[in-house]
């Protein structure tokens, strides 16, 4: 069982940075970052492979945010930056084995999950 943490949240202006932390109990594979707001479905920000170090980053995120991973620490990295309004929302961390590099981003191929940090952008 994998348990997450996620950090680092908060309340900037747009063109602001913050930069989320996700801590990792357990062995994990690839590590990603999702957003979510009340009006859309959870979406993929980020993914990074624990072994490979294999990236992937959604068309929003691509230029402005960082995917990064300490392994020694188990964990996970976000740094955003010029962030924007439509940035806000609740971000979560995910563990999982996505069936291939093309789910990466796909929710339903993580199977942990943190509590989630609000990130507000105004």
């Known amino acids: 069982h994998v348990q997450l943490v996620e950090s680092g949240g908060g309340s900037v202006q747009a063109g602001g940075s913050l930069r989320l932390s996700c801590a990792a109990s357990?062995?994990?594979?690839?590590m990603a970052w999702f957003r979510q707001t009340p009006e859309k479905e959870r979406e993929g920000v980020a993914a990074i492979h624990r072994g490979g170090g294999v990236i992937s980053y959604a068309d929003s995120a691509k230029g402005r945010f960082t995917i990064s991973q300490d392994t020694t620490k188990n964990s996970v990295f976000l740094q955003m930056n010029n962030l924007k309004p439509e940035d806000t929302g609740v971000y979560y961390c995910?563990?999982?084995?996505?069936?291939?590099?093309?789910?990466?981003?796909?929710?339903?191929?993580?199977?942990?999950w943190g509590q989630g940090t609000q990130v507000t952008v105004s």
């Open positions: 357990g062995d994990t594979y690839t």
């Open positions: 995910a563990a999982g084995h996505p069936s291939s590099l093309y789910r990466v981003l796909s929710p339903s191929d993580y199977t942990y």
